[in-house]
């Protein structure tokens, strides 16, 4: 069956175009996020992931910045010399390489959350976050060897699509199973909660883990397609598939977007508080009645949370007497070298 023919200036017209719309949407994101981290700055800023939010965004907004030097370039200043197909099928430009180069940073820093969130789920054990951080490590070297190939007296093309192969797998296989391994760690601790408390988990305790699954599959999903059409497309750009390039120039605005989201969901309280994303001070609350301030618990991680359910999810009776028994078991087996809040699952 014959490649349908899609040019690759087309490809880099529209997803140019993709890319500022989706730039200016994570733009205001961006804002509303850095807004609510601000106005938490009290409870303490988690250094890591707001030094990650900036990162993913300067780097989103660099690489869109470059985007359009080439739109420039491409349709404008050699029009009438070499064309624009020509143009961007000339990857080895510098202008070039210094977009791929954010590229690839993107994704790295990206896939560092990904692993930062595993880590700080298995209750900050170093020994779980360490082969997905390699994984990231070794993308990111790949990546770059793979551009940096240009560099050479004598690139080697084939070896190029061998590094570039290697540098999307990577960090597929890093989100797929770092999001798994998470959801079901999140599910597991809600589980036990439930079996030692004697009590339903709270709603909101399921809306973690369907938050960090769609976002993880969203991107998981957008680099899996990326790397089909990166293995069909052709080497040299001039024909064939190119529809490669319209995910490549909006894949960096949609990893700054997702764990952007993320933060601004639970600074929100779309999601049962976890602030080890925004805050070293205070993880997951107790959910509470309606119109009353959770009580948190400092120190405890999602590794080591306790959920109890709100009263208007029972009838009034049922309600009473589920709050006075917990309210027992919790003075019985709570103290302070050992709650459960803070037990290491």
């Known amino acids: 069956m014959a490649v349908p023919n899609f040019?690759?200036?087309?490809?880099?017209?529209?997803?140019?175009?993709?890319?500022?719309?989706?730039?200016?949407?994570?733009?205001l994101l961006f804002a509303m996020s850095m807004h609510t981290i601000y106005q938490k700055r009290k409870e303490g800023i988690n250094k890591f992931t707001t030094c990650c939010l900036v990162l993913l965004y300067l780097l989103a907004s660099g690489h869109m910045s470059l985007g359009l030097t080439r739109l420039i370039q491409g349709f404008i200043v050699y029009r009438d010399t070499i064309g624009p197909i020509a143009y961007f099928s000339s990857v080895w430009l510098r202008v070039n390489m210094a977009k791929d180069y954010l590229y690839i940073t993107t994704m790295f820093t990206g896939d560092l959350v990904v692993v930062w969130r595993l880590y700080v789920v298995w209750g900050k054990n170093y020994w779980y976050a360490l082969l997905p951080f390699l994984m990231?490590?070794?993308?990111?070297?790949?990546?770059?060897g793979a551009v940096s190939q240009w560099l050479l007296p004598h690139p080697d093309g084939p070896e190029m699509v061998r590094w570039g192969t290697a540098m999307f797998s990577i960090s597929m296989a890093t989100n797929v199973?770092?999001?798994?391994?998470?959801?079901?760690?999140?599910?597991?601790?809600?589980?036990?909660?439930?079996?030692?408390?004697?009590?339903?988990?709270?709603?909101?305790?399921?809306?973690?883990?369907?938050?960090?699954?769609?976002?993880g599959a969203l991107i998981s999903a957008?680099?899996?397609?990326?790397?089909?059409?990166?293995?069909?497309?052709?080497?040299?750009?001039?024909?064939?598939?190119?529809?490669?390039?319209?995910?490549y120039e909006i894949v960096p605005q949609i990893t700054g977007i997702v764990p952007t989201m993320i933060i601004y969901a639970v600074n929100k309280g779309f999601t049962q508080r976890d602030n080890y994303y925004t805050s070293h001070k205070t993880t997951l609350a107790f959910a509470t009645r309606?119109?009353?301030?959770?009580?948190?618990?400092?120190?405890?991680?999602?590794?080591?949370?306790?959920?109890?359910?709100s009263d208007l999810d029972m009838p009034s009776k049922k309600a009473a007497a589920e709050k006075a028994r917990m309210t027992e078991k919790l003075q019985l087996k709570r103290s302070p070298e050992s709650s459960l809040a803070d037990e290491q699952v």
């Not at 990231?136 to 770059?144: P, R, W």
């Not at 770092?178 to 399921?206: F, K, P």
Request: net charge negative.
């Open 222 to 247: 957008t680099k899996l397609t990326e790397f089909v059409l990166f293995r069909i497309a052709p080497g040299d750009g001039i024909g064939g598939l190119n529809a490669m390039y319209i995910l």
């Open 177 to 215: 199973c770092v999001t798994a391994v998470i959801a079901s760690r999140i599910w597991y601790v809600s589980m036990r909660t439930q079996r030692v408390m004697g009590v339903e988990s709270s709603g909101r305790y399921n809306r973690v883990i369907l938050l960090i699954v769609e976002s």
């Open 7 to 27: 040019p690759i200036d087309e490809a880099y017209l529209i997803g140019s175009w993709l890319e500022s719309f989706f730039w200016g949407l994570y733009t």
């Open 290 to 309: 309606s119109g009353t301030e959770p009580t948190a618990h400092t120190n405890t991680s999602l590794s080591a949370v306790v959920f109890a359910p």
């Open 136 to 144: 990231c490590v070794s993308e990111f070297i790949v990546g770059y």
